[in-house]
């Protein structure tokens, strides 16, 4: 009897976990994509303006469309998505033989919606071969989409707006603004790439057995993909890498200057592409210089300069660390309550501590660039490297400590 209720307990308590997850996953959603939902098919909407541009087109196109050089480099995951859109309406078409407005605005919002869920079953596939556990991976993937669901970081901001301190209503409105845009802000497709690129650097720390023997042909080729999806990835994956086989082997590996090699190829080509897209119609309102220096220089220059908030910057990373380590490393303490806990393997700590080092300091050297970017989307990079960190480094802490116990008391009977 006790056999066939440990049975149905088993598949209770994981259905129970993916019912949870699932909930998780959903508000996270919402609360990170009210403009995809609220104007599927109308991705243009999204630009202030382009405001006139109504007709039926998703993320992904508008990203092709190059509207802003910047975003075209970023066009990895669009041409994959948008190829999905494409073949799925197609096809569709030869079943209801005429495709509506209203069926291709589904399989737009379906597409979008696979591509998220893909980022994140990513991270969760990553993290149960680097934790070596498909429970702990669960944890940290839901402890994840509750911190980039917003809910913390905006309940730790009202309640600091609203301490018996005397500010003035500008301060107030401002660091409300803030916080809301932090917590809240919608996230565009590519900026779902932080959600796999961490996990998938330290999985790839901690798997490959020498990074030295890796070759120039394979360094290329990772940097030029990389790049595809976002310009920030390769010098994540860059300098994890360089650090990582600093602290393993004391050697520092000049063939990983490939990755860039790969990065800047992608750039080149990328930025040549620009002069077939809309950027180079004189009668548009985003016609540019469309020669790869003209590409170059309207992708650095453009937008609000950041001089001024450096410091108001600062303070919202801050809080977004903050955040995000307390979230990770009060998960672990919740697991340690219900079962021992491995010790990780010392490359694998390693490569956990490189990817949070070196992700940290590429997202926050983002912020001095004489460019605005947006604090709330930007930073999540920072957020999920920051909780992958505090979870692992608790954990391990945590079994450390655990083990020393157990020796402790065999050795006193």
Known sequence: MSFLTSEIKKPLYWGLAWIFTFINFVTFIVSRSEFWLSHTGQ?????????????????????????????????????????????????????????????????????????????????LICMARVLESLRSALCVTNCLMFVLGGLPLWTIGKAIVNLPIELEDEITMRANDAFYFMSFQHLIFYDYGFIAIVPLTILALAKIDDISKLSIKSLFLTGF????????????????????????????QLSLAWLIVGQ?????????????TEANDPESQYFTDTSILGIFRSSTSNGISTKDSLVSILIQLCFIVAVAATAGAVVSLIIAKFRSLPIFIEKTLCAVTTTAFAATIIICASFLRPIYVETGRQSIGLTVAVVIYSFAATQNFLAKAQAKRSTASSNSV
Request: hydrophobic fraction near 50%; charged fraction near 15%; glycine fraction near 4%.
């Open 43 to 123: 991705a243009w909407l999204a630009a202030s303006a382009t405001q006139d541009r109504t007709y039926l087109a998703s993320e992904f196109e508008r990203n092709l469309t190059c509207y802003t050089p910047l975003t075209c480099f970023r066009s990895g995951g669009a041409f994959i998505a948008q190829t999905l859109i494409e073949a799925t309406t197609t096809m569709s078409g030869f079943v209801s033989v005429n495709v509506n407005s209203e069926q291709e605005t589904f399989i737009i919002l379906l597409v979008g919606l696979i591509w998220r869920v893909a980022c994140l079953t990513l991270f």
């Open 225 to 252: 993909l990389t790049a595809t999806f976002y310009e920030a990835f390769v010098p994540i994956l860059f300098l994890s890498a360089l650090i990582f086989s600093w602290r393993t082997s004391r050697k520092i």
């Open 264 to 276: 800047l190829g992608w750039t080149v080509v990328r930025a040549f592409s620009i002069r077939f």
